[in-house]
């Protein structure tokens, strides 16, 4: 089982973390209706880094993770309140998606 | 009799003065404390101990290390038990594979072993299919067939608690290199906890020898064990065997019938080595042995492998072999060594000296005998010389090399290469925190293991890297100073696979596959070894190939590498590898992967209160809830629903998600997350909340109760209290609101009190509070004290009376409901519930919207606010809208009153399409009529519509759209 | 002893030998022909389905198709093998009553056995939600000609004994969806009668041929890269499961696609005591009993994506708690080998099949979950888009286009009904 270090909780198992979705920049409210689109489906899935969400669920806090979908890598891990309010994405962190996400927390339990 | 066994100085293991009686095949036999079932078997003179998966042919044991499936039994209520690895127990009843009575004896589909040319690899692929619908008749007969053990459908589990342990530094393997490695790390300030398999400390010192003087071994042994005990910061866990390494070195050992679940901080791979079969004619007959295999037996157990026997050697271990026999009193016909010219070896000299013939250049073609080895034909390896001789024996040793039991090196991502010399799969990268040390690396001598062994114990405690730089005998040794690779000797015969014109040359025993399995399965085209393992089932057997994937892979780069395919390209070991190993190490009984089974279940505070009168409970998400009380469900809902109606009901509404929200932006926070207006939402007044994903689908509904400008109370479905909270964080993580968030699911409990008497019995309670209709009109919240409670009341109306949820804290949920039910009030459930809100036309979320559905599709656009500027889904809802929907939920009636209430879930259907379905259906006893739900077409939602209902039967009914609410549509009652 | 058996032992041949491979590196510039009029990126079941049927349908066989490990290795090779077509959406459901169609004649039109077994297939309910779910799916099954109906635990008893029916279960089993065309087949078998059939069509197949890269021009999809060379090509379909995003990106594709692993596990052999494939949603778990004794079983996907077929301890604990819920006396069983997949999961849990806006490029993807059944139908209908440009009528719900159009295919109400 995978730890997860944050700055809050020290080192956790990863069972104690819920999942809720990559990081995307919601479009603007007058954004036609295909970039809606685009952010509410498309994801570009790559087997790189990536700024998503994960929920600690004991403590109910928000992270922003940056992680390596490849080797499963956590390579950054802030609160997502402090990620949000800015000063915790760096120049190499400026490849943010601007396309989307909601969380698929639902999957399907059989083949 | 517990059989035969030898004198003092043998059987380390056993308690000579602890008779056990046990049976096998039906066979009343006796062994001692202390035996594992294979060793307690052979003492009895029972080597067979199966009959095999494919040819049926007799089997027994060969590593005594449960690397083969020829020793796995049944024993009462657990299939598939490795006999030369689980302790004898008194009455064990063990059952053979197979076979009905002792292997040893005839069976008959032993004829199959003279099918062989008609079963080549993957036979089934070519037969059985032909005509239509053969393989329905077939396959029973070959599943029959195939398997191992069988399941005891009686038995039941035992909860098997798990632990769950960290240290700094795991030991995995408590022979030379793992216990140096030990005592080093702890040496080095690290906690410790030394894993070991066996019952016993040492591994090789306990059996095998490397000088003539088997005192030596025993000596180092006493050491390094009195050392390990001393270290206060050692622990030991054994017997225990890991079955798993996982990300951040995250352990699996079983012992003791538990899961232990170990986190260490840097984790040693001593795993030692499998010793691995020569190939050769009939190699798979009982009597023919690892060579520790045959040390184990009478070192640990007292017994002896046989009369007379042989010993097939690559290495010194084949003269150590020779010398426990002389010193057990066991003939010895010869040692055969398969060097033509075997270095200058002091074991082998001792042997000479102890009259042992020795033979070099000298192999086994192959093994003759029934059910049990009775000799040997010999050749010379390195041609000539030799000719074809006998050589009677009743049992060999074979140790022509072995393989690195590397799987947990693997499982963490470590990289091997076969390295041609040494002829042995070597770890050349590790991972992270893993560090390997001994015979898994190819140290082999005890030296070396332990020189390695301490070292890495050293580097894992100081968290230094270790670097893995191969150092043969030959070469020099590295000088790097966090090296810790070992100077290793040549042990594995490079190639000790002899095919035989005439087959039964085993490689894999557990899959029953020869030599030309392998490279007929090659000339297939199956030219990967991934694609050969699948079609010739190369390893796929209980033992993982731990015994076969190193022969195959020499067996097929000889065969490639010679010409013989068509490939014509050569090819060596490493081209060729070995397929990806998987965990586990050795298979985990789900009882231990279980253990307790915990299945959290939440209860609300009154929840003996439903017990009490009867109540039949649900499963809503982790809660239970009453679904009626007692009865039959339809008629139970019904009169209840009744009573209510009438009178009072109650209903616990304590699973119901409640939340706060309170802070400067708490109204504009509930704003964005539901799609209604809450921003001038009076106080003291309740709202109703509808709430969408960001792709516009319906999520949730409940009520919001603005306690103050900057305080609300909310409320969400049972379901989805969790994820709707969950939400409501993440999305405030990012917009940075003042507000804070509570969640008090838990923490309150609910009542809905409603029925025609309801107010009269709260104002009994509630006393001082005005719930006049001017008062407390419909919709509105109020603090109040109920019974001298503290509470929260609502005036809603769900069930279409006039009604009040009361919410107080948990603590007092039990004395409400007993406060309620005094004035008079009736429970109702779920079910009761169900009925009335359908009477009333009210959703239910999940059961009248999936996981597609939008508000406009629902009906519900009502409850969208139109002007605001933002909400969670908004531009998805908006875009739906757009489109127009598919479909509309709508209520209905049927068009024959007398025809049967369609069942939930039935579908709506237009001629040849399916146009929605019922979402909610029932015959109401307040109207007297079905009504429902359903998703129609747009438009045939208009009442007075007509549409086909298909019942679940096939057959149609006929229903009419109407409007909703069924039940008192002017809303009179719950005003 | 059937004859076939006979006929090996005494020609000695293989029981089903595969075309000797053909050499590499792919016979590019200054070797052999540098274009094909079909390359088919991935040799997995749906790659190789596909260039048979371009052949056998559409007399296409100019077709190349690329495979950068060996064929049949990834998902094709890890799935747990189930065959049915009880799904809820009538998109979904005719698709999949296609697919088993083909699958139940398969064997004999690859000449190969697949150990095509119908078994029955129970999916059950533990709760109310779940019920209505298996009504609602028996409905649109039946409606559509595919045998499903809900069942009892009185019926259930009948078709499955060993199950737990007991009322006081922590999840009782209040009825099931059952589908007796439900089936297991050996998966293996199926990517290697396409591979074979194909091959013997004149289809070419190259293993350890990876592609690096797609020639798009003026939004034309001209052929392929591999560490040989360009390729060209007609036109390229991409079976990929598993790698789709990434494939796509070499084509200037973006899908809505997330790649998440999908672990499964298989107990040692036993004897046959399980024949019915059983499904538990609420409990995400599903096991079958295969044709050689061992226990298939499952559990959802996890839930973060990633790139890996590592497996983890938390899956087989909670699948194993599961399993003991619903087959109490199966504590003793042991677990042999556990292994993961790379699962494409989409929105709607329905595939992308079809065209793309690069012309003439043509995706297979967005298998989640569901991959394996679907391989004869995928493989057919994706020759026929292919050879006619076109989105056939059977896949057009299943079009790249439909998120765009916000008109996803329901087969997501059946996971989410009902929490």
């Given amino acids: ?111 | 009799m517990s059989g035969k066994r030898l004198g003092g100085g043998f059987g380390r293991l056993i308690d000579r003065g602890a008779p056990l009686d046990f049976r096998f095949g039906g066979t009343a036999l006796r062994g001692l404390r202390g035996d594992v079932i294979a060793s307690a078997l052979a003492a009895n003179g029972v080597w067979a101990l199966s009959r095999s998966f494919k040819y049926r042919r007799p089997r027994g044991l060969f590593s005594l290390a449960g690397h083969e499936a020829n020793t796995i039994v049944d024993i009462a209520g657990e299939p598939n038990v490795y006999a030369d690895l689980r302790e004898l127990e008194a009455g064990m009843r063990v059952r053979p594979q197979n076979s009905r009575g002792l292997p040893q004896r005839a069976h008959p589909l032993a004829l199959l072993n003279y099918c062989g040319r008609f079963l080549p690899p993957g036979f089934y692929y070519a037969a059985f299919f032909r005509p239509r619908g053969a393989w329905r008749v077939w396959e029973p007969l070959i599943r029959r067939l195939a398997g191992l053990g069988t399941v005891d459908e009686e038995s039941r589990h035992r909860a098997h608690d798990k632990v769950y342990d960290w240290c700094d530094v795991a030991v995995v393997g408590g022979g030379i290199a793992g216990m140096n490695a030990a005592i080093a790390a702890a040496a080095g300030g690290a906690e410790t906890l030394l894993i070991e398999e066996s019952p016993l400390l040492g591994g090789a010192l306990n059996y095998a020898r490397e000088t003539p003087e088997a005192g030596d071994a025993e000596a180092m042994r006493a050491r390094l064990k009195a050392k390990v005990r001393a270290a206060k910061n050692i622990r030991l866990l054994m017997p225990a065997t890991v079955t798993g390494l996982f990300a951040d070195n995250w352990l699996a050992a079983v012992a003791a019938g538990r899961m232990h679940k170990i986190r260490a901080r840097a984790v040693v791979v001593a795993s030692g080595t499998v010793e691995q079969p020569a190939v050769f004619r009939n190699n798979d007959l009982p009597g023919v042995f690892a060579a520790a295999a045959a040390q184990k037996l009478m070192r640990l157990y007292a017994v002896s492998p046989g009369k007379r026997g042989a010993i097939l050697t690559a290495n010194d271990g084949g003269y150590g072999l020779a010398l426990d026999c002389a010193e057990a009193g066991v003939g010895v016909a010869a040692v055969l060594d398969l060097r033509a010219k075997p270095p200058p070896s002091p074991l082998a000299d001792a042997a000479r000296e102890a009259g042992i013939s020795v033979r070099a250049n000298c192999g086994v073609r192959g093994a003759v005998g029934g059910s049990h080895l009775r000799a040997l034909r010999l050749f010379s390896p390195d041609g000539d010389g030799g000719g074809r001789r006998t050589l009677d024996c009743d049992f060999l040793g074979v140790s022509a090399g072995n393989a690195g039991n590397g799987a947990l090196l693997h499982y963490g991502g470590a990289k091997f290469r076969y390295d041609e010399k040494l002829a042995a799969h070597i770890p050349c990268e590790l991972p992270p925190n893993v560090y390997a040390a001994g015979s898994v690396c190819g140290a082999n001598d005890f030296a070396a293991a332990a020189e390695q062994g301490a070292r890495v114990g050293e580097l894992a405690a100081k968290n230094k890297k270790q670097i893995l730089t191969l150092a043969a005998s030959s070469s020099s040794p590295s000088s790097s100073s966090v090296s810790s690779s070992a100077t290793v000797k040549n042990w594995n015969h490079p190639h000790p696979v002899f095919a035989h014109p005439r087959g039964k040359d085993f490689v894999d025993f557990d899959e029953d596959l020869q030599t030309s399995d392998i490279t007929a399965s090659w000339d297939d085209g199956y030219r990967d070894i991934q694609l050969l393992k699948r079609y010739s089932t190369l390893g796929m057997g209980p033992s993982q190939g731990r015994h076969s994937q190193i022969n195959a892979m020499r067996l097929l780069a000889r065969y490639v590498g010679n010409g013989n395919s068509d490939d014509g390209n050569g090819s060596d070991a490493d081209a060729i590898g070995v397929t990806t190993s998987r965990p586990p190490y050795r298979a985990e009984s789900i009882a231990h992967l279980a253990g307790r089974a915990f299945e959290p279940e939440k209860r609300t505070p009154m929840h003996y209160r439903h017990l009490e009168n009867g109540a039949e409970m649900t499963v809503a998400g982790l809660w239970l809830r009453p679904a009626f009380y007692g009865g039959e469900r339809v008629a139970a809902a019904a009169e209840e629903a009744r009573r209510c109606r009438s009178e009072a009901g109650m209903i616990d509404l304590s699973t119901l998600g409640k939340i706060e929200v309170f802070g400067a932006d708490a109204a504009e926070f509930v704003n964005r997350m539901y799609t209604w207006n809450y921003l001038k939402q009076a106080v003291g007044k309740a709202r109703y909340l509808l709430m969408t994903s960001e792709d516009g689908i319906i999520t949730d509904d409940g009520v919001a109760c603005r306690l103050a400008a900057d305080r609300f109370y909310l409320t969400a479905t049972t379901g989805n209290a969790e994820g709707v909270f969950r939400a409501m964080l993440r999305h405030n993580a990012e917009w940075g609101l003042r507000v804070h968030i509570v969640n008090l699911t838990s923490a309150r409990a609910g009542v809905n009190l409603a029925g025609p008497r309801a107010k009269e019995i709260l104002e009994k309670l509630c006393e001082g509070t005005d719930l006049s209709a001017e008062g407390f009109p419909y919709l509105a919240v109020r603090e109040a004290k109920i019974a001298g409670m503290p509470a929260l009341l609502l005036r809603v109306g769900f069930v279409g009376e006039w009604g009040c949820e009361i919410h107080v804290p948990a603590s007092c949920g039990e004395s409400l409901w007993d406060a309620l039910a005094r004035e008079g009030a009736r429970p109702f459930g779920v079910e009761a519930q169900r009925l009335m809100r359908l009477e009333k036309g009210h959703i239910i979320v999940g059961q009248d919207t999936d996981g597609l559905t939008t508000p406009v599709e629902a009906a519900m656009e009502w409850a969208v606010g139109k002007n605001k500027p933002y909400f969670v889904g908004q531009r998805a809802v908006e875009i739906r809208r757009k489109q127009g929907a598919a479909q509309r939920l709508a209520g209905f009636e049927l068009a024959e009153k007398n025809a049967p209430c369609p069942e939930e879930c039935d579908l709506v259907v237009n001629g040849n399409a399916i146009t929605g379905r019922v979402t909610s259906a029932a015959r109401s006893p307040s109207l007297g009529k079905v009504v429902g739900l359903a998703y129609v077409l747009p438009e045939q939602c208009e009442p007075g519509t007509g549409f086909m209902i298909r019942a679940g039967s096939g057959k149609l009914i006929e229903a009419v759209c109407a409007k909703t609410p069924f039940y008192d549509p002017e809303n009179a009652r719950q005003k | 002893m059937p004859f076939s058996l006979l006929r090996l032992g005494l020609r000695g041949e293989g029981a089903f030998p595969l075309p000797p491979p053909l050499p590499l590196p792919l016979p590019l510039p200054g070797g052999g022909r540098k274009r094909r009029k079909v390359v088919v990126v991935g040799g997995g079941g749906h790659g190789l389905a596909a260039a048979y049927y371009l052949a056998r349908d559409h007399g296409i066989t100019d077709v190349a198709v690329l495979e950068k490990g060996y064929i049949g290795g990834g998902n094709t090779g890890r799935n747990t093998t189930i065959i049915r077509a009880n799904y809820l959406t009538p998109e979904g459901v005719l698709f999949y009553k296609e697919s088993l169609r083909l699958f139940e004649d398969l064997d004999r039109e690859l000449g190969v056995n697949l150990m095509y077994s119908r078994r029955g297939h129970l999916t059950l309910a533990h709760t109310d939600a779940a019920l209505r779910t298996a009504r609602w799916r028996a409905g649109v099954n039946q409606f559509l000609g595919v045998d499903s109906r809900l069942v009892y635990p009185k019926e259930i008893a009948r078709l499955c004994p060993q199950l737990n029916l007991s009322p006081g279960a922590r999840y009782p089993i209040l009825g099931a969806l059952y589908h007796p065309p439900g089936a297991i087949a050996r998966h293996d078998a199926v990517a290697w009668g396409y591979a074979k059939a194909a091959r013997a069509l004149g289809v070419e197949i190259y293993s350890d041929t990876a592609v690096t890269g797609v020639v798009v021009e003026g939004g034309e999809a001209k052929g392929v890269r591999t560490a040989g060379g360009v390729l060209e090509a007609e036109k390229v379909l991409q079976a990929t499961a598993g790698l789709s995003s990434q494939t796509a990106a070499m084509a200037g594709l973006r899908l809505p696609i997330t790649t998440v692993p999908l672990q499964a596990c298989v107990s040692e052999p036993l004897k046959p005591f399980l024949d019915a494939i059983v499904v538990s949603g609420s409990l995400h778990t599903y096991v079958s009993q295969s044709a050689r004794g061992e226990l298939v079983m499952g559990g959802s996907a996890d839930p973060a994506p990633l790139y890996s077929t590592r497996p983890t301890l938390e899956f087989k604990e909670s699948l194993a708690a599961n399993l003991l819920e619903l087959f109490p006396f199966i504590g003793g069983v042991k677990v042999l080998r556990q292994w993961a997949g790379m699962a494409d999961m989409t929105p709607d849990f329905s595939p992308v099949m079809g065209v793309t806006p690069v012309r003439n490029y043509f995706i297979d993807s967005g298998w989640g979950t569901w991959g394996f059944k679907a391989t004869p139908a995928a493989g057919k209908y994706m020759a026929q888009c292919v050879a006619s440009g076109e989105q056939p009528e059977l896949l057009r719900p299943f079009a790249l286009s439909r998120f765009g159009e916000f008109n996803l295919v329901g087969e997501r109400g059946a996971a989410s009904v009902g929490h």
Wanted: charged residues 25%.
């Fill in chain 1, 1 to 111: 089982m995978k730890i997860i270090h944050t700055r809050e909780h020290g080192a956790r198992n990863i069972a104690e973390f819920v999942y809720g979705g990559v990081v995307l920049r919601e479009p603007a409210a007058d954004a036609g209706d295909a970039e809606w689109a685009d952010y509410l489906f498309i994801r570009e899935n790559k087997a790189a880094p990536c700024w998503e969400l994960w929920l600690h669920s004991p403590s109910g806090m928000w992270y922003a993770v940056l992680r390596d979908a490849g080797s499963d890598e956590f390579l950054r891990v802030v609160l997502a309140r402090e990620f949000f309010a800015g000063g915790v994405l760096t120049d190499d962190d400026a490849g943010l998606s601007s396309s989307s996400s909601s969380s698929q927390e639902s999957t399907p339990s059989q083949s």
